[in-house]
């Protein structure tokens, strides 16, 4: 089984500054790596797939980085509707998730 | 517009059974993998399953085999997930989602059902 690390667990940061979430895998993925944004009562929205591709419909403010096992996602200009769990996910071997990063804007 | 939709909350007591459902539309329901995808409350997400409706092939996370089974009917565009007797620890969310390559299985999922709140208690 694949484990995935996110960190920091929680993130805060103001209004028109970046965040930066990291994500590790126990093992390479590839470029197998997704990331979800999931707010309260909502379920997960694709954000980016295959480390860096944006889903339809998502900002450029969203763009994601990494390769093999260290994987990155940047949210630039934030916005308060950006305040929202954040989950990685590998696709390469079954699926798993990260255990999320809480991002808190000021 | 391709869409999930799944039945609604449950409240049931230890030892019943339990068919939850997620409807799919919008999009050819047999050419695409469902996954179901377990949230404790609290915690982070788990895959449990996946079903291929065009031929019922089914892949289940080793965690989750024999706890739960899943299932599809392409006539109404339906895929399920079932308990025979449900535990307190089945407590959580349940969402369907679908992968986002035709017949593929090495996708992300997009989109996600709204979710099913299964509350287990006596």
């Known amino acids: 089984e694949i484990v995935m690390t996110q960190s920091p667990v929680t993130l805060s940061a103001s209004p028109g500054e970046s965040a930066t979430l990291s994500c590790r895998a126990s093992q390479s993925v590839s470029s197998n790596l997704a990331w979800y944004q999931q707010k309260p009562g909502q379920a997960p929205r694709l954000l980016i797939y295959d480390t860096f591709t944006r889903a339809t419909g998502i900002p450029a403010r969203f763009s994601g980085s990494g390769s093999g096992a260290e994987f990155t996602l940047t949210i630039s200009s934030l916005q308060s509707e950006d305040c929202a769990l954040y989950y990685c996910q590998q696709y390469y071997s079954w699926y798993s998730f990260g255990q999320g990063t809480k991002l808190e804007i000021k | ?122």
Do not use: H
């Open chain 2, 1 to 122: 517009e391709v869409q999930l939709v799944q039945s609604g909350a449950e409240v049931k007591k230890p030892g019943e059974s339990l068919r939850i459902s997620c409807k799919g539309s919008g999009y050819s329901f047999t050419k695409y993998w469902i996954a179901w995808v377990r949230q404790m409350p609290g915690k982070g997400l788990e895959c449990m399953g996946i079903i291929y409706p065009g031929d019922s092939e089914t892949r289940y996370n080793p965690s989750f085999q024999g706890q739960v089974t899943i299932s599809a009917d392409k006539s109404t565009s339906t895929a399920y997930l079932q308990w025979s007797s449900l535990k307190a620890s089945d407590t959580a969310m349940y969402y369907c989602a679908r992968q986002t390559r035709v017949s593929a299985t090495v996708t992300p999922f997009d989109p996600w059902g709204q979710g099913t709140l299964v509350t287990v208690s006596s």
